[in-house]
């Protein structure tokens, strides 16, 4: 996951790159209060021939986004793995287990609205534009897209 998070062309529509000890706090409280908490959170995304780590997707809860509470659909990869259809198996893979495994009603993915690629990916699994928001610490808002169960 480190070169995921230092990398600063994946993190080029985030908050910046992250140190090791951050990515090593974000593993932790990915296993301690995500799936502790709501029985989910992100999951590895792993070549099959070799075994290599190349990202993650997975679901996130925000208990409060303009005015109401939602499971984000949020994924990353390295550099050397987009373009190869991983995020859009991932996140379709991931949707998939989010609606008929968990029961959930109603996904989004926040998105950068100069992030083209990661619009695409929503696109692809079916998610439409639903409106422009402001994160706290944000000087544009971003996009959100929804998708829901059907």
Same mark, same amino acid.
């Given at each position: 996951? *480190?070169?995921?998070?230092?990398?600063?062309?994946?993190?080029?529509?985030?908050?910046? @790159?992250?140190? #090791?000890?951050?990515?090593?706090?974000? /593993?932790?409280?990915?296993?301690?209060?995500? +799936?502790?908490?709501? $029985?989910? $959170? &992100? +999951?590895?995304?792993?070549?099959?021939?070799?075994?290599?780590?190349?990202?993650?997707?997975? !679901?996130?809860?925000? &208990? =409060? !986004?303009?005015?109401?509470? =939602? *499971?984000?659909? $949020? +994924?990353? /990869? %390295?550099r050397s793995a987009w373009g190869d259809g991983y995020a859009? =198996?991932?996140?379709?893979?991931? #949707?998939?287990?989010?609606?008929?495994? /968990?029961? /959930?009603?109603? !996904? @989004?993915?926040?998105?950068? &609205?100069?992030? %083209?690629?990661?619009?695409?990916?929503?696109?692809?699994? $079916?998610?439409?534009?639903?409106?422009?928001v402001m994160l706290e610490g944000y000087t544009y808002p971003d996009r959100i897209y929804v998708? &829901?169960?059907?």
């Open positions: 996951m *480190v070169q995921v998070f230092c990398d600063p062309e994946v993190m080029r529509f985030s908050d910046g @790159i992250k140190t #090791r000890e951050w990515v090593h706090e974000w /593993l932790h409280t990915c296993l301690e209060r995500y +799936y502790q908490a709501w $029985g989910f $959170g &992100p +999951y590895a995304v792993v070549e099959r021939q070799s075994q290599r780590v190349l990202g993650y997707c997975g !679901l996130f809860f925000f &208990p =409060e !986004l303009d005015g109401q509470a =939602e *499971v984000e659909i $949020g +994924y990353r /990869l %390295i859009t =198996e991932a996140v379709g893979a991931v #949707r998939d287990y989010a609606f008929n495994t /968990l029961s /959930l009603r109603r !996904l @989004i993915a926040i998105i950068d &609205p100069s992030n %083209i690629a990661s619009i695409r990916v929503a696109e692809k699994i $079916g998610m439409t534009y639903e409106k422009d998708i &829901p169960a059907s």
